[in-house]
């Protein structure tokens, strides 16, 4: 069972059994233990999920409902409350469990609806007071869904996760000072408002006069925008049907169900579809000269290619990555997950250098961190990864999959 199909189950158990869920006890085996099996962990083995976990404060008998570990190291520890409990406020005791061990990065707060994800953003090793991320299992958008699963045994990477708390951090409070500008402008605000259009002195009797313009003003602009934002859209989805139509009208033009069969053949393998691309027949799609080739845009030319595509649920956790050697009379595959493809690259040069077959490399950078990324796409226009005849296999636990084909 994926994470998806996890959290509409653990929904409908919520709302079916809400007058039998009542306690501590009952909320930790039917929502929070099938919640973190469905995050990857194995709660069956007390080396990865202890319950319980004691904490030697010079406190007797204060201890952690779970300590997560992962790859043998102690990194997460979860406080449970009841189902039927509020969460007002940060645990005082999940945060002395926190300042305790330098090794644990992420504290959670949860009743097993609601799931408080806190940190250490303001000073290591002490929790801030509040939460970064609250996932709700039974108010949930796609968004939320594409933060949870980064806290996912087989995606955890803590510079990812700081990285995403501290963004939220920030929009948080950005849009609590534009809330509070827009609502109620303060002086700095209407004076910089003046000085954008007016040249003469701005005095404080001024201000207080224009304030209320000001006020009326905001009011009437986000209208205007949200009025011209709707009328876009509309237009959009007016002409999408069309739009649509000729896209797929393109692309049926472009790749004839025998150029997609002709992109590469696949074997069983390990519960994967295995596939070996023809480079021949991508130098036919893509349609460059072979001096454009590169890292970004694909390379025929390379002898590494993506093999398969893994996926858990919607999103992509992992890639086989093959090498043709032996003028392609032989193929060597590399396990390599999603976010460790810059690593992938560094280990092996030559890639970092030729490209792939089939892909094409691309990066995001975080505008507040300014972090890389990096993702791969393929290197087909109009035509995704998805599109290609058995290059994506799902998988269940990515972990046990690379461990039983090294």
Request: aromatic share 12%; net charge negative.
């Amino acid at each position: 069972m994926n994470l998806k199909e996890t959290l509409e189950m653990l929904n409908k158990v919520a709302t079916d059994n809400k007058d039998l869920i009542k306690n501590e006890e009952s909320t930790k085996q039917f929502l929070i233990l099938p919640l973190l099996r469905g995050l990857g962990y194995d709660t069956y083995s007390p080396q990865e999920v202890t319950p319980e976990f004691t904490a030697d404060f010079h406190k007797k008998n204060e201890k952690v409902d779970y300590a997560i570990f992962i790859n043998g190291e102690l990194k997460i520890f979860l406080e449970a409350k009841p189902v039927t409990s509020k969460i007002t406020k940060s645990a005082p005791q999940l945060s002395r469990y926190f300042s305790t061990f330098p090794s644990v990065r992420l504290g959670i707060l949860t009743n097993g609806i609601e799931y408080h994800f806190f940190t250490d953003l303001n000073n290591a090793n002490i929790m801030d007071s509040k939460p970064f991320f609250i996932f709700n299992i039974t108010n949930y958008n796609e968004e939320d869904f594409s933060y949870l699963i980064k806290f996912s045994k087989n995606l955890y990477d803590y510079e990812s996760i700081k990285a995403l708390a501290e963004s939220m951090m920030y929009s948080q409070a950005f849009k609590s000072v534009i809330k509070e500008i827009f609502e109620n402008p303060n002086d700095d605000f209407i004076k910089f408002v003046i000085k954008e259009r007016f040249k003469f002195k701005v005095t404080q009797q001024f201000i207080n006069t224009a304030r209320p313009l000001v006020q009326k003003c905001i009011q009437e602009s986000l209208a205007e925008i949200i009025s011209e934002k709707f009328d876009v859209n509309q237009a959009m989805r007016e002409v999408a049907p069309e739009v649509e139509e000729i896209q797929q009208e393109d692309k049926k033009i472009r790749y004839s169900p025998e150029e997609l069969e002709s992109l590469g053949t696949f074997e069983e393998f390990g519960g994967v579809k295995v596939v070996l691309p023809n480079p021949e027949s991508y130098r036919n799609q893509l349609k460059i000269p072979v001096e454009e080739y590169s890292v970004e845009r694909g390379n025929p030319l390379s002898d590494f290619f993506v093999s398969s595509v893994l996926t858990q649920g919607n999103a992509i956790v992992g890639y086989l990555i093959g090498q043709y050697y032996n003028n392609q009379t032989d193929t060597t595959l590399y396990t390599v997950k999603s976010n460790e493809i810059a690593n992938f690259l560094e280990e092996n040069p030559v890639v970092k250098e030729t490209g792939f077959i089939n892909a094409r490399l691309g990066s995001r950078t975080n505008k507040i961190t300014n972090e890389k990324t990096y993702y791969l796409k393929s290197c087909l226009t109009n035509l995704s990864f998805r599109d290609i005849p058995n290059l994506v296999s799902k998988v269940e636990n990515i972990d046990a999959f690379f461990n039983s084909i090294q």
